[in-house]
């Protein structure tokens, strides 16, 4: 076999280590014409275990009986033979393990023949009664058809309303011509179940000796990763015979798999397209062999590469990949010593803060024996820590021993609990250094009236969000504006968000799904309103959030913060919103913006990602914005701004994101909403999106 | 010590079984006013880590620091001190083991000084908060008054509408008269709180020198088991010195905390009322030692004896306690392969049904040659099996050699899955001896006339529920009455249900939560409506199970099947509904019915617990009713028949359960209330439950 990377990692480990890697990948037989042999319907164990003892993990298995499921659909209108396939051979945990339910391929509910259509239908609900009698956990459906409206209907049918224990394999059609499109083929057929739980509606994946042009283009490609794959079935045809005489998969299969592979918990599937392996007895296991050679390492890599963007979050256990997050709100909800913890981990965010600070020490306290440093908004005070290294660290590079410049140094939090871990830390790190001030950093003004405090020369902060502005550091750090003077220099001293279409199937069927729990109706929202006391005949007295534009668009009119993984990124980032501080001008906060996007393929659009950077200081930046990246840094995932539904486009369509950032005297919110404008010169608009701040509303 | 029953196990089991028995049970350490000492607060790590030392799990401390939890409120109105308890002392992860926050004790949200009570409110406020803050997983709230509406207000808010990771333990007063009822202390106050949650909002009963009066009496006792209590609290002063020194908790204390003992997932919790423990340095480690030695078998030994009756159910490892199911509807919803085989395990049932098989045998069997027998719904065949053994044994038992009874055997069901393995079983197990008939019972007379089927001398069959004729066995059995000779006998003969009151915060709030997650909302319900297709803004199409009658009220409307656990049966069963068979009469299968129950204590009841036995054939019986229980049988868990409320009674009350069955040309369902008759002479009665069958509908 030629050298792949994985030959590059496990050249130098043990043997083990193969071993254990190979056992993470399961493959499965799909029992073909060639496997016909009488009696097999009885002989379920003995040929699954003969497939075990070849490499594989589980069969594919026509589910009425092999008989039946190759029986020829020509002889219709005589019946095909009834179901048998005895229970009783295998105990009920071996059928869930061992066994994935095909059902027949003649079936077929989009016939032309009206009358085939009608029986396949029947034949098919008969075949998924039995696949549920026998409490298998897969079924196999084949697709034939660039279009399957009649079979999408039964199959919406029986996945919404049944209380099905297994997950529906699509298998995607291998006969259509090179150019079209499968990915349309498949969305259309998911959007037809109405977009029913990719953890039970899936997509297998065919590698054939005749690959469909979409597989040769990267970016058609990517599309499969907002997608739930269940299983990538390779064709027999597929490999060639490898220098040593045995079957190996061509590089650019290779490629493409490792490509396609997003999770260990995948499924390969192997597909007989000929008699091959009644004269080759090793061929069997030559497929799993290479099939697994193939994969076995991606995963690992993945997680090495993962280490130098992710830090240390990739080494450690848990899963937060595409896990929804409500955006944190410090400014209304104190947050609590866990989370200012997590963030402390951060080992890049105060390092370069230390940096801006000192260079800024370089820029306004020359000649001057004290500076006036605020530290606004400290939480636990590790930045404040960072200013007196900044002030340490400048002082021994530029300032001499009997010249020190000594900074006064005002630390502000309005947590109080946050509050008696500063006087913890002020007496124990800081040697009394600060002064601490209890108090809402908008107060400032006023209570620097009453106390006599110094002007600020430096005030420091860090209040935002994925999306930039969206924790309101703008409307925080007016609120000191009062009390700067005309020199008064801010880090950060700008800050720009940033978004870029995405499409993921995932996201959107997560945010959907979010419904809260019966304890959690009463939950404080998201939106303007408060849970209120609701007393009738249902409950006891219970406290419920109420939702006017109803739950289900209030969970998708709102911003979330994820770490995305199974989603794809339509175009490259455009920036949104800037902001610039110390706004001694007092412009207004408000915003307004039209981003313009090229599509340049067919996807369902079902939000934005979005991101930010900042200035710190002059050339001292931090950014999440994937291009200009801060390495390592953990303190944001990005935001996702979601859409209603999933907006379906199609290449040379262009789109717009309209977005505005709105106030009142409370708080401040976005609105949104999308324009696509079609090649033919259409103009679709969607609804506009948390209008008046109804589902997400940021309070001031 | 005295010995108990865990010395007797452990007389002969080694040091290592009494450790790891030890190991399972968790004991807290109050801090107190004896452990007042300067700086605790901020050496929370040396002192938890010597009360380790001593066998402690955790502790409780006062979450404002010790000086502010031992604060004197005499001293109101000048302000307690600060909370001052440095989360940076221990890890988070440590506090969250660790470390239980008290609330300081002082607090009073139900003063008689309105200023007091107000002020309480905000330094509870804070208290919490500063929980939150440290990420602790419990707060422990001490009750001091028979009623505190003030308290629980602010406690209801906070569990409904907060994000709350902690459970909140209200430790009941120990200062009221002991003739006063506790567990109205707490009933009320979980009520105040809109009977939030019990994994969040649980009791701590306290053991004291001077016990309430309710804790002597067993019945009292045992509505414990219907609420959750988060810890028992044993105080210091009950202990005793042993013959050998040491302390020790006496023989009826001890009884108490193990009847108290529901799981080893409750805590124990230890409270010094002297300051014994400065001069005695081992009593600490000792009273750790007997409460330990008092509880660590106690789960042991119940599931033991729980072996008795739950036979190898019990050994299983499926927590099958306190779950909800739906009844099952095998008429309507064809059964699977798995839920066969898991009835076909019951070691007693088939058994019984042989007997019975065997006993009629004897009568109608008689100088023939020949007995026709119709399985009737024979599922995968277990009962077929029996009904062929039957045959053996009566002929070995009753027959010669070359006089042996020969049944014609007619093996009907409706089921096309479980066909195949009738078929199967018919050919592999039962020497092609039955007949298969594929068809509803009820369709037999005329499938009868056309196919010649002669008629039964003995019908058998297994159509019960949990609440005996809920799986519409009278409808099916009645389905074949014109096929009968006047002569032939059904296996069962009769069958009768039962009902009795019962408690159970549990199983009330089980079921008011069960609300389906986004992706089952149209699965068919169980009442009269299917789902519909939902075509709006808010969705893609997807099928919506609606319920007219609010989704609140349709879970409560129905009937589940449920293995109790955690509940407290207020009265002995009364019979229900009879059926006998065959119904030559044809009578009505409708009933109607009203059960008198005397109410014996303050209770609040949640609804009905269900059972039934039946006469299989004269002698031979099967129970699922406590007193009559067949031991060892698996087959049916009892049913519940749960009221829309929690409805309070006091000793004295006499309640009434009606319950009628109703029936229409579709289906069957029951309809039921509760009325209560006050010993003032006041009637109240509870809105008619499942009116119309629209939440619980079994189709014909």
């Not at 003969?50 to 009986?65: D, H, M």
């Not at 530290?375 to 021993?401: H, Q, V, W």
């Amino acid at each position: 076999m030629s050298k792949t990377y994985s030959d590059l990692i496990f050249d130098t480990e043990s043997t083990r280590n193969i071993d254990e890697a190979n056992s993470r990948i399961n493959i499965g037989w799909i029992t073909s014409r060639f496997d016909v042999a009488e009696h097999l319907d009885r002989k379920v164990v003995e040929f699954s275990s003969k497939l075990g003892a070849e490499q594989y993990n589980f069969i594919v298995y026509p589910v009425g009986g092999i008989i039946r499921g190759f029986w020829d659909p020509r002889r219709f209108p005589e019946a095909p033979p009834n179901i048998d396939l005895p229970d009783l051979q295998l105990a009920n945990h071996l059928w869930e393990t061992y066994v994935c339910a095909g059902i027949s391929e003649w079936i077929d509910c989009d016939s032309e023949n009206p009358d085939f259509a009608k029986f396949s239908e029947q034949e098919l609900i008969k075949e998924l009664n039995y696949a549920c009698y026998l409490g298998l956990r897969t079924v196999v459906l084949n697709l034939t058809r660039k279009s399957s409206p009649n079979l999408a209907k039964i199959i919406k049918k029986w996945l919404w309303t049944k209380n099905v224990l297994f997950t529906i394999w699509v298998s995607l059609p291998t006969n259509l011509p090179k150019n079209e499109d499968l990915w349309s083929v498949w969305a259309d057929f998911r959007k037809d179940c109405a977009n029913f739980n990719g953890v039970r509606l899936q997509a297998i994946l065919n590698i054939t000796a005749d690959l469909q042009d979409e597989f040769l283009e990267l970016k058609l490609v990517e599309r499969w990763k907002a997608e739930p794959v269940g299983a990538i079935c390779v064709h027999s045809d597929v490999f060639t015979t490898g220098k040593d005489g045995q079957a190996v998969l061509p590089q650019l299969y290779q490629k493409l798999l490792q490509n396609l592979w997003m999770f260990d918990s995948m499924r390969l599937l192997l597909k007989q397209i000929n008699d091959g392996t009644k004269y080759r007895q090793n061929l069997r296991r030559e497929y799993a062999t290479s099939l697994r050679f193939t994969v076995r390492n991606v995963t690992w890599m993945r997680q090495k590469m993962a280490k130098e963007t992710d830090g240390f979050l990739a080494t450690s256990n848990l899963d937060y990949h595409d896990v929804l997050q409500a955006p944190l709100q410090p400014l209304s909800d104190n947050l609590d010593s866990g989370v200012y913890n997590t963030f402390e981990q951060d080992p890049v965010k105060y390092q370069r803060y230390r940096d801006a600070v000192q260079l800024a020490f370089m820029d306004i306290a020359k000649d001057k024996e004290s500076v006036v440093v605020y530290l606004l908004g400290a939480g636990r005070g590790p930045i404040g820590t960072m200013i007196l290294e900044a002030e340490k660290r400048y002082n021994s590079e530029c300032r001499d021993k009997n010249n020190k410049l000594k900074i006064k140094f005002y630390v502000v939090e309005k947590n109080p609990n946050a509050i008696v871990t500063l006087r913890f830390m002020n007496e124990n790190a800081w040697r009394k250094r600060a002064i601490l001030v209890e108090s809402d950093m908008r107060s400032l003004p006023s209570l620097a009236k009453e106390n006599n405090y110094e002007q600020p020369d430096l005030i420091v902060s860090e209040l935002l969000g994925s999306f930039g502005d969206n924790e309101l550091s703008p409307e925080c750090l007016d609120g000191v504006t009062d009390f700067l003077k005309p020199t008064t220099i801010s880090i950060p001293q700008k800050y720009t968000s940033y978004a870029a279409p995405i499409m993921s199937l995932n996201m959107h069927q997560t945010i959907k799904s979010a419904i809260p729990s019966f304890w959690g109706k009463g939950l404080v929202g998201h939106g303007r309103n408060e849970p209120e006391l609701e007393e009738d005949d249902e409950n006891e007295g219970e406290y419920v959030q109420k939702y006017p534009q109803g739950m289900a668009i209030s969970r998708l009119d709102q911003i979330y913060v994820v770490y995305l993984r199974q989603f794809c990124a339509l175009a490259e980032n455009k920036p949104v919103f800037t902001f610039e501080h110390p706004n001694f001008a007092k412009t207004s906060n408000d915003r307004e913006i039209v981003l313009d996007f090229d599509i340049d393929r067919a996807a369902d659009i079902m939000g934005f990602a979005g991101y930010f950077d900042m200035i710190l200081y002059k050339n001292v930046m931090l950014s999440i914005e994937p291009k200009t990246f801060s390495n390592g840094m953990i303190s944001w995932f990005p935001a996702v701004i979601p859409l209603r539904k999933l907006y379906r486009v199609a290449e040379g369509d262009r789109i717009k994101f309209v977005i505005s950032r709105k106030s009142d005297a409370d708080g401040v919110w976005y609105e949104w909403n999308l324009e696509i404008h079609r090649k033919n010169g259409e103009i679709f608009k969607s609804p506009l999106q948390n209008q008046n701040g109804e589902s997400y509303y940021m309070r001031k």
